[in-house]
């Protein structure tokens, strides 16, 4: 079983300076692991993944992750920020193993530009 | 190439009734998975379907079922609503590799009274 943790429920930034959003997982096993937004009244959109390889990912509008492994953590963060960028944020694992679509979210970050 | 469609975007139902929900996935995915959001229990993960069979099941009650058809489209059923079913349901489809790209509807909302 996997389960994440986003210890900042909410983040207020002021216009084009820098933020981290905050995301820990926990898993016995190998994990795929994301970042989604959600917009008010909108599904969710990915922002980035991180399957294997290179520990930093890029994403896009510009956010990045960087996976550590020894930490368990997956942070997320855009060195300056837009008003656009104002929603809900969501971290999710999922289980590497094939056949497994199931995403375990955080219980989200929202994100919110001062101008 | 068109999204994740689900229909309808909004619902009203009464405690008691039954609800079934639409999704239909981006061409060529095989795999649909439902989720239900709550502002108290935030995103938590009902059933997968993929090629037709339910490969993956949360932890909700029996009287949350789904199906999905030979053309990959998926219904979820809710049946003797409470107040608690309340939510925005999402419902998200990808090819079924599980390599990590799932694609979101937009949701239905539904409101139990």
């Known amino acids: 079983a996997q389960s994440v943790t986003q210890l900042d429920s909410q983040v207020p930034v002021f216009e084009e300076a820098p933020v981290e959003l905050r995301c820990n997982y926990s898993?016995?096993?190998?994990?795929?692991l994301f970042w989604y937004v959600q917009y008010p009244n909108q599904g969710l959109q990915l922002l980035l993944k991180y399957l294997s390889g290179s520990t930093l990912v890029k994403g896009i509008n510009g956010f990045e992750a960087e996976f550590n492994k020894s930490q368990t953590s997956f942070h997320l963060r855009k060195p300056s920020v837009h008003i656009s960028d104002t929603a809900e944020y969501f971290c999710?694992?999922?289980?590497?193993?094939?056949?497994?679509?199931?995403?375990?979210f955080g219980t989200g970050t929202r994100l919110t530009i001062i101008p | 190439k068109a999204g994740v469609t689900q229909t309808p975007r909004y619902l009203i139902k009464t405690r008691g009734q039954q609800v079934t929900l639409s999704c239909s996935p981006i061409?060529?995915?095989?795999?649909v998975s439902w989720y239900q959001q709550t502002p108290g229990q935030g995103l938590q993960f009902l059933f997968e379907?993929?090629?037709?069979?339910?490969?993956n099941k949360g932890n909700f009650p029996g009287r949350f079922s789904g199906r999905q058809f030979s053309n990959s489209r998926s219904e979820m059923n809710v049946s003797t609503l409470e107040l608690g079913d309340s939510a925005l349901y999402l419902c998200?489809?990808?090819?079924?590799?599980?390599?990590?790209?799932?694609?979101f509807g937009q949701g239905t909302r539904l409101t139990v009274v």
């Open positions: 999710a694992v999922s289980g590497s193993n094939f056949g497994n679509e199931k995403l375990t």
């Open positions: 379907y993929f090629s037709e069979t339910q490969r």
């Open positions: 998200a489809s990808s090819l079924g590799g599980s390599r990590g790209r799932a694609f």
């Open positions: 061409s060529g995915h095989r795999s």
């Open positions: 898993s016995s096993v190998s994990v795929y």
